[in-house]
């Protein structure tokens, strides 16, 4: 059974960092490509950022280029967001997903990162 | 970057109806098309894929259809677990992006 446990989220202040994790287990995790998905309150589905199955390409949105860095470690089966220079605009619960060809095919529960002062 | 626009934002329909959510692309993306069910605190459910793929385990009362730039999301017969939020998402070109949504609410 595949399984994506988020973990890391919490509160931080603006201008802060987090790490957000993903732990990814019933499937070969060094075969799919994987991507962080987040929705802020009362809003829609945003895609964030997807790391490709060897690691080499990684793709951001616009909203976070330059801030956020994805990375995957095979060793350990899991998938990381590292988000610096955090706004509160930023205030979503992110979702782990991974993918199968275009599409995202398993996600996480989702854990919830806050901005706030 | 390729905006996508569903079409209603919500809609009220009773347990039986039968439902059509649109999804138009900015410009064409082939089958690059997936539908999402989103039920809240829970995990987001992959329903299509490829346009008119049900993914493994997915009722068959749902089905999905077109290519370039028009999809359509066809819920056949409401059950009572459908009521939930569906999103649209194209996988033809980073960024991906995901319609705004579709609330399906019980009448």
């Known amino acids: 059974e595949v399984q994506l446990l988020e973990s890391g989220g919490g509160l931080v202040q603006p201008g802060g960092s987090l790490r957000l994790s993903c732990a990814a287990s019933?499937?070969?995790?060094?075969?799919?490509?994987m991507t962080w998905v987040r929705q802020a309150p009362g809003k829609g589905l945003e895609w964030v950022s997807t790391i490709s199955v060897r690691g080499g390409n990684t793709f951001y949105a616009d909203s976070v280029n330059g801030r956020f860095t994805v990375s995957r470690d095979y060793s350990k089966n899991t998938l990381y967001l590292q988000m610096n220079s955090l706004r509160a605009e930023d205030t979503a619960v992110y979702y782990c997903?991974?993918?199968?060809?275009?599409?995202?095919?398993?996600w996480g529960q989702g854990t919830l990162v806050t901005v706030s002062s | 970057d390729i905006q996508m626009t569903q079409s209603p934002s919500s809609v009220s329909a009773s347990a039986g109806d039968r439902v059509t959510i649109t999804c138009r692309a900015s410009q064409g993306i082939s089958s690059w098309l997936a539908w999402y069910q989103v039920k809240p605190g829970k995990a987001p459910k992959l329903l299509i894929y490829a346009a008119s793929y049900l993914q493994s385990g997915v009722p068959s009362r749902f089905s999905g259809s077109g290519s370039g730039t028009d999809f359509t999301l066809t819920i056949s017969s409401l059950q009572p677990e459908d009521f939930a939020t569906y999103y649209c998402q194209q996988g033809n070109s980073f960024p991906y992006a995901f319609g705004q949504g579709t609330k399906l609410e019980i009448k």
């Open positions: 019933g499937f070969t995790f060094g075969d799919s490509a």
């Open positions: 997903a991974k993918m199968t060809v275009r599409h995202f095919d398993y």
